[in-house]
T-cell receptor, first 109, second 117 residues
């Protein structure tokens, strides 16, 4: 059975303090690993899709990387507006997305 | 247009009421989804429609009844709900169905916050 584990559950950073969120996964036949951002009371907003080990993608202060067992979401010099819950999800062949429990990020000024 | 539109944004209903949630997308996507999300939890898949046919039903109680009138619309009919059904209900769409060879990126709506009294 596919498993997705995100850590830490919650993270508090000072503005400008870079850090990384982790998503470890066990899946038979990875079709894709997805990162989403979710603000309170809103639907998840797509950030990245990664398909194979070694792949990296960047968007503004965010950079996602993928290995055979985990993915990292690196946040460089975060700002308060980066505060949100970050969800990782994996997809295997024939299955819908399987979400992790998320990391709640708070960036303080 | 890359939006998934859900109505209403908020809904309060009693346990004897019948109500419907609506979802619309005009991206030409062939798969549409209903998710349920409780506070501080990840989204839980309820139903998937592929090409207007129900393809996945994650053992959801019969008090939730999905309907896909056409490829752009998805409804969730609610009847005799329980207080524990209070949650954020999210609709999503993707270009193709789970298991296809294309990118399965989901586009989510903003959700309907449902409270059952």
């Amino acid at each position: 059975e596919d498993q997705v584990t995100q850590s830490p559950e919650a993270l508090r950073l000072q503005e400008g303090e870079s850090s990384s969120l982790n998503c470890s996964y066990t899946v038979s036949g990875l079709r894709g690993l997805f990162w989403y951002r979710q603000d309170p009371g809103k639907g998840p907003e797509f950030l990245f899709t990664l398909y194979s080990a070694g792949e990296e993608k960047e968007k503004e202060r965010l950079k996602a990387t993928l290995t055979k067992k985990e993915s990292f979401l690196h946040i460089t010099a975060p700002k308060p507006e980066d505060s949100a819950t970050y969800l990782c999800a994996v997809q295997s062949l024939g299955e819908a997305l399987n979400f992790g429990k998320g990391t709640s990020l708070l960036v303080t000024p | 247009d890359t939006e998934v539109t859900q109505t209403p944004k908020h809904l309060v209903m009693g346990m004897t009421n019948k109500k419907s949630l609506k979802c619309e997308q005009h991206m030409g996507h062939r798969a549409m989804y209903w998710y349920k999300q409780k506070a501080k939890k990840p989204p839980e898949l309820m139903f998937v429609y592929s090409y207007e046919k129900l393809s996945i039903n994650e053992s959801v109680p019969s008090r939730f009844s999905p309907e896909c009138p056409n490829s752009s619309l998805l409804n969730l009919h609610l009847h005799a709900l329980q207080p524990e059904d209070s949650a954020l209900y999210l609709c999503a769409s993707s270009q193709d169905s789970p298991g296809s060879t294309t990118n399965e990126k989901l586009f989510f709506g903003s959700g309907t916050q449902l409270s059952v009294l």
